[in-house]
Nanobody, 124 residues
Framework: VQLQASGGGLVQAGGSLRLSCAASGRTFSSYHMGWFRQAPGKERELIVAMSWSGGITYYLDSVKGRFTISRDNAKNTVYLQMNSLKPEDTAVYYC??????????????????WGQGTQVTVSS
């Protein structure tokens, strides 16, 4: 499975971006998906995740109400809609896929496949 993340860019504070993560392979619909980010000098953190069925989602407190994860299994794509962006959201964003339901969704080692990362920069 290969994951291709896209949609990053430069946006002013208060603006919006939608990230996409396109997956190859016919078993995408069975994968649990997550979006992580890593800011300069900081550890990678899970910001949002969704089970294969969409029945379980996780949101980092700081993005609740602003970010929304969704998936289109017919298109093998997961999305991250980001609204009301803040300068502290600046980071490289990565999508990740897990074949088995993570015990701890926030642990990177629970995920089997990773996208290459897309830069999001929010100016003040």
């Amino acid at each position: 499975v290969q994951l291709q993340a896209s949609g990053g860019g430069l946006v002013q504070a208060g603006g919006s971006l939608r990230l996409s993560c396109a997956a190859s392979g016919r078993t995408f619909s069975s994968y649990h998906m997550g979006w992580f980010r890593q800011a300069p000098g900081k550890e990678r953190e899970l910001i949002v995740a969704m089970s294969w069925s969409g029945g379980i989602t996780y949101y980092l407190d700081s993005v609740k109400g602003r970010f929304t994860i969704s998936r289109d299994n017919a298109k093998n794509t997961v999305y991250l809609q980001m609204n009301s962006l803040k300068p502290e959201d600046t980071a490289v964003y990565y999508c990740a896929a897990a074949r088995s339901r993570p015990t701890d969704w926030s642990k990177g080692y629970e995920y089997d496949y990773w996208g290459q990362g897309t830069q999001v920069t929010v100016s003040s």
